[in-house]
């Protein structure tokens, strides 16, 4: 998932580029990106996503790559990771 225009998000269509520049504009949380770009929110990750899993894993692999510093765990869910799904 180097690519910008890679799609991070599947339910929400938000892409690699976007959340890049949510956490260059002061994004440094799961919530944070959330709450700025819509990303992470959806419902139905298991069905659009194709690693058939939530997208948090990969928006905080994003931020600790572009912060350069360890993001915090499972403290925002969407939808579908709300009932231990994550």
Known sequence: ???AT?????CGGVDRATIVAAI????SSLK???????AGV????????P????????IRAI?????GSHTESASASCSCCAAGED
Do not use: F, P
């Open 32 to 38: 944070d990106v959330q709450r700025m770009t819509g």
């Open 1 to 3: 998932m180097d690519d």
């Open 51 to 58: 690693k058939g899993v939530c997208c948090h894993s990969d």
């Open 63 to 67: 931020i600790e790559a572009e912060r």
């Open 24 to 27: 260059r504009h002061g994004a």
């Open 6 to 10: 890679d799609l991070v998000c599947y």
């Open 42 to 49: 959806g419902s139905r990750c298991k069905e659009l996503n």
